[in-house]
């Protein structure tokens, strides 16, 4: 079980930017995939991004060229960067993470055993 803690969510304008911390709290193995998803209440969950401990990364579609993804491997903690936001970004964001699977499985459309609470992002027009 992986303990994880999301902030950085808020309001914001339009085109502006945010970034989301997502620390864990320990990790058994050396290997692990951490990512970000969204959900607008309503709707299916949607998976943003991914990343492996070894630094590569996933996006989807939707976020490609506009969302970062990041990590801090010595604090157990992972970044979204999110920039030109637009209206239709305001969600509830999760981050996960799953030590299982190697860097080939580690992407945003696949399932994940630990979840962190959320925080929101409201972007406004």
């Known amino acids: 079980q992986v303990d994880l803690m999301e902030s950085g969510g808020g309001s914001v304008q339009s085109g502006g930017s945010l970034r989301l911390t997502c620390v864990a709290s320990?990790?058994?193995?050396?290997?692990?995939?951490m990512a970000w998803f969204r959900q607008v209440p309503g709707k299916e969950r949607e998976g943003l991004a991914a990343i492996y401990t070894d630094g590569s990364a996933n996006y989807a579609d939707s976020v490609k060229g506009r969302f970062t993804i990041s990590q801090d491997n010595a604090k157990n903690t992972v970044y979204l960067q999110m920039d030109n936001l637009k209206s239709e970004d305001t969600a509830i964001y999760y981050c996960?993470?799953?030590?299982?699977?190697?860097?080939?499985?580690?992407?945003?459309?696949?399932?994940?055993?630990?979840w962190g609470q959320g925080t929101q992002v409201t972007v406004s027009s």
């Open positions: 996960a993470a799953d030590e299982q699977g190697g860097s080939y499985f580690c992407h945003p459309w696949r399932d994940f055993e630990n």
């Open positions: 320990e990790f058994k193995f050396r290997g692990h995939c």
